[in-house]
């Protein structure tokens, strides 16, 4: 059943979004910088997304990621320093969602969050090996976080997915993400961007939730928006649907990334973006025959249409960690070779 918004709890919906945009409104004109950039010294890039680039660097004399958000209005491919001019009023637009990451991110500290350092919206420092033609200070939004070695989890499915994980790996694994949820809900924070893309691992193969570009703090009322925020695959049918939605949004996200853990592959491999929300919501990826069946259950919970039957993610952490315990976790070292049906539901 579609969960339905009265005609008060939609003005109450409003005015939260009202009082959020007048707190971003406030911290931009508070804004400090929390890191020195000209302590801050880029590397090599390590990543690229729609919104920018990540360089490994240092910073007084740390290893560290460093973020730099080019748009958190445009694609990153149309912004070239020296050459494209951003507008004033998507620059602004800009401005308000890096601060908006900064203050929800700034404040988490969990094993399995990837810890920030500090933020600047000053110029990139002259010791950077990788300067930028006439860089405007305006454009160089910059986050410096922990940096972890290992990678993203993506790409270690990716390196595993002839072999695939042993099972006890691919329990630690959800388990690892389960806890960054729960702590994350548990300070009022929706990620909106759950998938393997998004989680780091560290030199101890411990999982870390990243990337909180479109996270934000969970009002009383739940969240209703015109544009899909996240992931197409990963993003709960509630939003696609344009219906009111909260944090059980990053469980339905859980689910399928539990699945590609397990499967060490992707849930879907074809374009989702113009699939109309009826025909989106029914999709799910084909549970191999031989998963377990307390994982199998545990991925049709999370993934459940109704985010009301979906669990909360800290009843997750307790059924991954009774599957831990299980003696099926315990004789099993590896996942049995077979094939695996990729099909969606009900075809």
């Not at 101890?204 to 739940?222: C, H, N, Q, W, Y």
Request: proline share 5%; hydrophobic share 35%.
């Amino acid at each position: 059943m579609d969960l339905q918004l009265t005609h008060s709890q939609l003005i109450r919906s409003r005015l939260n979004l009202l009082k959020s945009q007048c707190i971003i409104v406030e911290r931009q004109r508070q804004w400090q910088d929390t890191i020195d950039p000209q302590t801050l010294v880029l590397g090599k890039v390590i990543g690229r997304g729609g919104y920018g680039v990540v360089h490994k660097g240092t910073y007084k004399g740390q290893t560290v990621a460093v973020l730099i958000s080019y748009s958190f209005a445009l694609p990153a491919k149309l912004l070239d320093f020296g050459k494209t001019k951003i507008p004033a009023a998507s620059m602004g637009i800009v401005k308000d969602n890096f601060i908006e990451e900064v203050e929800v991110w700034k404040n988490l500290d969990h094993p399995n969050v990837t810890k920030m350092i500090g933020a600047t919206i000053s110029m990139i420092s002259s010791n950077s090996r990788h300067k930028i033609k006439k860089p405007k200070p305006e454009n160089n939004f910059c986050v410096v976080s922990e940096y972890l070695k290992g990678g993203s989890l993506r790409s270690y499915l990716t390196r595993h997915r002839i072999k695939k994980l042993p099972y006890k790996i691919v329990v630690r694994f959800a388990s690892d993400i389960a806890k960054g949820l729960s702590y994350l809900h548990s300070h009022k924070v929706i990620h909106r961007d759950v998938k393997p893309e998004n989680m780091l691992i560290d030199q101890r193969k411990t999982i870390k939730l990243a990337d909180f570009g479109e996270s934000e703090i969970e009002p009383l009322e739940v969240f209703i928006r015109s544009g899909e925020r996240g992931t197409r695959g990963y993003m709960a049918p509630e939003i696609v649907s344009r219906q009111p939605y909260g944090r059980k949004c990053d469980v339905y996200s859980f689910g399928i990334c539990l699945w590609e853990i397990y499967c060490c592959d992707m849930a879907y491999t074809f374009d989702l973006e113009n699939l109309t929300p009826d025909i989106y919501k029914e999709m799910r990826p084909s549970i191999p025959t031989h998963c377990p069946r307390p994982l199998a259950q545990l991925m049709e919970q999370c993934w459940d249409t109704n985010p009301t039957k979906r669990p909360e993610m800290n009843d997750v952490v307790v059924v991954l960690e009774e599957i831990v315990k299980s003696e099926e976790c315990q004789t099993m070292s590896q996942h049995p070779q077979g094939c695996f049906n990729f099909s969606r539901l009900g075809t």
